[in-house]
């Protein structure tokens, strides 16, 4: 009992003190990417044709990107020969809709609280319900690490529950293969209503890297009606609390400029 | 006794295809028997059917650890049916699944011929069930093993289970809190995985082998890295290997802790439980310090690794891996002091080391019965033909040991990085890569923190991949599990799963 004590005192208060301060994010960490599009030389198409799963596109408008399918890996920034592109250390950018994953480059509608009556149920008190279909476990360990002493999320009134019936929403991971496909739906379906629909990383969001095997579906957007699209690969933990609290709003909703 | 009917090869030395041995089946078969008898395992066992043949090849990989070679041999099946080796050599029971599932061959006389995940074959026409196309049964819908009797009961968990985790299905039969037998059924996270490998690498394929197993990012992406470098007689920098070599163990490092963490949860000794919950952040953290990704990704990359160190960012690293293994220390030595702890821990879920060795175990599972295997060690690649982690076993083969020889792991893992780092070499981190060579075949190993990652490819005339097989280690662990489980409590299985700690993912592809 001694050493137990002892312990607790060496181990010390680890909570960060996330929202009244910023995180503490590493220098490398590869946050919302920033695009100096007037940078770009006509009809250069080399960081769309570097990615490997094909977010980024280049047409009149001038430069996309897809973060629902953006893995943030470097191969678009070392395919660029302006280096118009670089990584900020933004974590923020989760969105409401699939169409505000398309990003420009500048500015982003991160995404905005539920609806008043909706945030009433679960503003102070959200139980959701997880599940894996397909995902690399990724994903799931940056979720899990949400529950640990460090974020301690059930400070936020958020708790992953084991029952789909006593859950207020599914947080889905992972491409949705085809052998997970009913399952995902039967968990779904077990939810009482209102309920919300949370797709977390890339995977969930578009198929990611798997996207179109034939094994998968792409993502659980064509088969849920998802709420609040959370991109990454895997998010940071930090993205995921954020859009979390964003979803029931418990954070600013201003639109976010970055640079 | 050596049997030459199979070629010997070392891991990461690529050979041409026409020098893999094409053997009867007869003598395939009895080398491969006759190794396993020998102490050798199999390391992997697949099938290929390219289109220019039509028929469908047999390909066998045995893992000589005591003579530090690996050995292959093919061989070409005239018919849609091969005697199954399951009945006198049962580590190759769930490959020879695979191959039934994947090339709708029948390995007849197989004990219990199951899919492993539910997919049609993929040889129109063929299937090892008798199937018509189109028919292939949905996931799960099969005959369970069953223990009949008035006071058997049943109980099925999954494919969804009550924590964020991986989805699969277990059915036990249990008589009372006796579990007589449990069945393990899997192939919910099938994504496809190899097939989408061939004709590569293309600009996805590093990706997609960072995400074959998310908390394995490093371990195969070095297996697959190791095995397109060796097709192109690819020398890399010593510095480059030097730092795979410190990314392999922090993964190690974090996962393991990680392990330690859940163990302690599921026994309820919560100190343990949210320090090291914590601590392996801290690990995951110092993979994100080097890379950007806590999990590693963008490390890895054909010709050497995608960052670098700086004086001060190993200044800091090696001051962070300090105080995580200070803390590490202190939460493990709870467990090991506290007596609540180790009644639960010591001798739930034993698996002898006979049983283990008979099963094929790898990785911590193995070396938890005392069977030394560790792939650093008998098959050397990268930095560790230069540097030797010594090897930790334990002989009792329960929950306690599969922990103990995880911390032992921790210890020998943050002695290694902290060696590394005080004498890196100077000199580039990457190298250009250049084109595989065609027609060739390499076997890739790298001891992840679950056991041996095995990867085999083979390139066509072109030098694109023609196949490409991935061995996570948990394809031969989940049956040790099932095992280990048998005469327990049921109420032991989660603190048994956790021991274990599998991949899902891994395992459906």
């Known amino acids: 009992m001694l050493q137990v004590t002892l312990a607790r005192l060496k181990q010390g208060h680890r909570t960060i003190p996330y929202p009244a301060r910023p995180p503490v994010l590493p220098d490398r960490f590869r946050g919302l990417p920033v695009v100096d599009s007037s940078k770009c030389p006509d009809g250069c198409s080399a960081c769309a044709e570097a990615c490997p799963t094909d977010a980024i596109s280049m047409d009149k408008r001038g430069f996309r990107l897809d973060l629902g399918r953006c893995l943030f890996c470097t191969d678009c920034m070392q395919a660029c020969p302006e280096g118009a592109i670089r990584y900020s250390q933004e974590y923020r950018f989760a969105t409401r809709t699939r169409d505000d994953l398309i990003y420009d480059g500048r500015t982003l509608n991160l995404a905005a609280a539920l609806d008043e009556k909706t945030r009433r149920l679960f503003g102070r008190s959200l139980k959701l319900r997880q599940v894996s279909a397909g995902g690399s476990g990724a994903c799931e360990a940056d979720l899990n690490v949400l529950g640990t002493v460090v974020f301690d999320l059930g400070r936020f009134g958020i708790q992953f529950v084991a029952s789909p019936r006593h859950a207020d929403g599914l947080v889905v991971t992972g491409p949705v293969s085809e052998n997970m496909r009913s399952a995902l739906l039967e968990t779904y379906a077990a939810i009482p209503a209102p309920k919300v629909v949370i797709a977390v990383g890339a995977e969930a969001i578009s198929g990611g890297i798997f996207r179109g095997h034939s094994d998968v579906h792409d993502g659980c957007c064509s088969l849920l009606p998802v709420d609040l699209f959370i991109p990454g690969w895997p998010p940071h933990p930090m993205t995921i609390l954020d859009g979390l609290l964003r979803l029931l709003g418990r954070l600013e909703q201003d639109p976010m400029r970055v640079g | 006794m050596i049997d030459n009917t199979f070629t010997t090869l070392r891991s990461g030395q690529a050979v041409p295809g026409r020098q893999i041995p094409q053997v009867t089946l007869e003598e395939f078969q009895r080398t491969v028997v006759d190794a396993v008898a020998d102490g050798q395992r199999v390391a992997a066992f697949f099938g290929d059917a390219p289109t220019s043949t039509g028929k469908v090849h047999l390909y066998a990989i045995l893992s000589d650890s005591g003579r530090g070679v690996l050995r292959v041999g093919t061989v070409t099946l005239d018919s849609d049916q091969f005697p199954s080796l399951t009945p006198v050599c049962p580590q190759v029971h769930l490959f020879e699944r695979e191959i039934a599932e994947q090339y709708g061959v029948c390995p007849e006389g197989h004990p219990w011929l199951k899919p492993v995940r539910f997919h049609a074959s993929c040889r129109p026409g063929h299937d090892a069930w008798g199937r018509q196309p189109g028919e292939t049964s949905l996931i799960g819908v099969?005959?369970?093993?069953?223990?009949?009797?008035?006071?058997?009961?049943?109980?099925?968990?999954?494919?969804?289970?009550?924590?964020?985790?991986?989805?699969?299905?277990?059915?036990?039969?249990?008589?009372?809190?006796?579990?007589?037998?449990?069945?393990?059924?899997?192939?919910?996270?099938?994504?496809?995985?190899?097939?989408?490998?061939?004709?590569?690498?293309?600009?996805?394929?590093?990706?997609?082998?960072?995400?074959?197993?998310?908390?394995?990012?490093?371990?195969?992406?070095?297996?697959?890295?190791?095995?397109?470098?060796?097709?192109?007689?690819?020398?890399?920098?010593?510095?480059?290997?030097?730092?795979?070599?410190?990314?392999?163990?922090?993964?190690?490092?974090?996962?393991?802790?990680?392990?330690?963490?859940?163990?302690?949860?599921?026994?309820?000794?919560?100190?343990?439980?949210?320090?090291?919950?914590?601590?392996?952040?801290?690990?995951?953290?110092?993979?994100?310090?080097?890379?950007?990704?806590?999990?590693?990704?963008?490390?890895?990359?054909?010709?050497?690794?995608?960052f670098d160190l700086d004086e001060s960012r190993t200044t800091e690293f090696l001051a962070r891996l300090e105080a995580a293994y200070r803390d590490v220390a202190n939460a493990a030595d709870l467990l090991w002091d506290s007596a609540s702890v180790q009644a639960r821990f010591e001798g739930t879920g034993a698996v002898t080391r006979e049983l283990g060795l008979s099963l094929g175990l790898v990785g911590p599972a193995a070396r938890a019965c005392g069977i030394e295997c560790d792939a650093r060690n008998d098959f050397p690649a990268g930095i560790f033909r230069f540097t030797h982690i010594p090897l930790s076993t334990w002989q009792t083969g329960d929950v306690f040991a599969r922990a103990y020889v995880r911390w032992l792991e921790i210890r020998r893992s943050v002695a290694f990085i902290k060696s590394q780092l005080q004498e890196i070499p100077d000199g580039p981190v990457w190298t250009r890569p250049k084109a595989p060579k065609p027609d060739h075949l390499v076997v890739s190993l790298v001891e992840g923190w679950r056991g041996e990652i095995c990867h085999v490819a083979m390139t066509d005339a072109q030098g694109c991949i023609a196949r490409y097989k991935i061995v996570d280690p948990s394809f031969h662990n989940w049956m040790g599990l099932a095992i280990a489980v048998r005469d327990q409590q049921i109420s032991d299985f989660p603190l048994c799963n956790k021991s274990f700690n599998l991949s899902y993912c891994g395992h459906d592809l």
Do not use: W
Request: glycine letters at 14%; charged letters at 20%.
């Open chain 2, 142 to 306: 099969m005959d369970f093993y069953r223990v009949e009797g008035e006071e058997i009961h049943e109980v099925a968990v999954g494919p969804v289970h009550a924590g964020i985790i991986e989805p699969g299905h277990f059915r036990f039969q249990c008589h009372g809190e006796q579990v007589f037998h449990l069945e393990i059924s899997l192939g919910y996270q099938h994504r496809g995985v190899e097939r989408a490998l061939v004709g590569g690498p293309t600009k996805r394929t590093i990706h997609a082998l960072e995400a074959v197993v998310g908390d394995t990012s490093i371990g195969h992406s070095t297996a697959y890295c190791q095995a397109v470098e060796a097709l192109a007689d690819c020398q890399l920098p010593i510095r480059a290997q030097a730092l795979r070599g410190i990314a392999l163990e922090l993964e190690r490092l974090a996962n393991h802790t990680g392990d330690l963490s859940a163990l302690a949860g599921d026994v309820g000794f919560l100190p343990t439980a949210s320090y090291c919950g914590r601590i392996r952040g801290d690990f995951l953290n110092l993979t994100a310090l080097l890379c950007g990704s806590r999990f590693g990704r963008g490390m890895i990359r054909r010709g050497g690794v995608g």
